[in-house]
């Protein structure tokens, strides 16, 4: 066991330089960890509210509404990430003439992956409220998107809490697959050094799991804080 | 945009016959691994059901392991680092098996000629990270159905003399397995999609074919589209199929 190489390029995986050099430009080439987090941060962001609004397109009764938002959520669930992100990749020179940065492109990708799967949540949590909440908000005068947003939203995104922390939490672990278009990250650090210090692959891909585990696990307990502190009156009542 | 799309080329000649070699890779990498993380799942949810504490202790550490941590780091787990922990016998076995399984062989009365499964030890690999991966899946869904079994099921199984493994074997998972079969369908269509990465090690599946294709022909556009084309239509069969499978068993648990 080669623990030492493994822990001694820990610096490595983390800042995706030995030296502790922060002067990286923000988005466009950052390193390490700090570009799986920022990866998984935007990507989570982006995919909130694309899977918002695909949600509730989805739910709309106008057909060219409702169509595109079914295509969307429709194709983007029944297809790989990693087709995604390629077919992305050589898809952008063909619309917008040129290439984007893997950066760009992957986190393009996580967003419209993860938003599909948030649509789907979003619909079903909609859908789980009692009717007689959209009926009783309407009789009271508020307008259809009035009563979305004062009434339904805000319970339904309460009930949706688990279900986003899961797909949040694969969305971080989906930011992996950006090594393999070579975005200096979590994973492509572990590419190198596994490259590099041959008789440690055991240790070093141990120890990037770890680290990943240690993300994810942040992420679910920061969550499950939130979900209680949101869930406090509900928790009353009962 | 002045790119030339070159559809028909697609589907003719080699990018055919490489996106069916692909195509017929990753069925059987689904196929195998789905099957094995069943087993394995089953496995592990009755250990963490099980009063031993040991196999509660390490079938949660299975669990939340292979959960939270993304199944690319897995797969370059299983394939650099795993050879450590596996026996040298197993692990030479595994580098030796072009001559196990050469491009022409004959077993069990059958020849088989050409490439029908190319058995190398990156395939093993792959296989082993999907089904592990998977399995840890399988077996939070699974318990999730067991528990929605009340308990005293279970303990009525006993009362009438089966043993503990008996009352799982007869009594609660024949229930539960129904229960969990929607949540199930969702995990084999995971599998099948997650069966893309292991275009890492150099497997030869729908989606390194698609690659290929790029790179050799430069038809990237056509490529992946073909290639999405052909996972969503998997996806949709099979969601087709075991909905429908699904409706039938509904109907015999409706007592």
Known sequence: ?238 | MDYTFHWARMFSGEPAQWMWEGFCTTMQISTISLVCAMILGIIICVMRMTPFKPFQWFSLAFTEFFRNTPLLIQIFFWYNGAHVIIPDAINSWMNDLYSWFPGEFSLFGHHFVGEWMLLNVELIMGIIALTVYTSAFIAEEIRAGIFSIPKNQLEASRAVGLSFLQGYRYVILPQALRIVIPPLISQALNLIKNSSLVMVLGVTDLMYQATQIESYHAMPFEAFTVALLIYLAISLVVSFCITMYNKHFMIQVMY
């Open chain 1, 1 to 238: 066991m080669h623990w030492d190489i493994a822990f001694g390029n820990l610096d490595y995986f983390l800042y995706g330089t030995t030296s502790f050099d922060w002067h990286f430009p923000f988005i466009h080439n950052p390193e390490g960890l700090v570009a799986s987090v920022i990866l998984a941060f935007f990507g989570i962001f982006g995919a909130f509210w694309l899977g918002m609004a695909a949600g509730l397109m989805r739910m709309s009764k106008r057909w060219w509404v409702k169509i595109p938002a079914v295509c969307y959520i429709e194709v983007i669930r029944g297809m790989p990430l990693l087709l995604l992100i390629f077919w992305f990749y050589y898809l952008a020179p063909v619309i917008i003439g040129q290439n984007l940065p893997a950066f760009t492109t992957t986190m393009g990708c996580f967003m419209i992956f993860t938003g599909a799967y948030v649509g789907e949540i979003v619909r079903a949590g909609v859908k789980a409220l009692p009717k007689g909440q959209m009926e009783a908000a309407r009789s009271t005068g508020l307008s259809h998107v009035q009563a979305m947003k004062l009434v339904i939203l805000p319970q339904a995104l309460r009930n949706m809490i688990p279900s986003f922390v899961n797909q949040f939490v694969s969305l971080t672990k989906d930011t992996s697959l950006a090594a393999i278009l070579g975005v200096i990250e979590l994973t492509r650090t572990g590419i190198q050094v596994d490259n590099r210090e041959t008789v440690a692959s055991f240790e070093i891909w141990i120890t990037i799991a770890c680290l990943y585990f240690l993300i994810c696990y942040i992420l679910t307990s920061y969550s499950r804080r939130l979900e209680a502190q949101l869930s406090r009156y509900q928790a009353r009542d009962r």
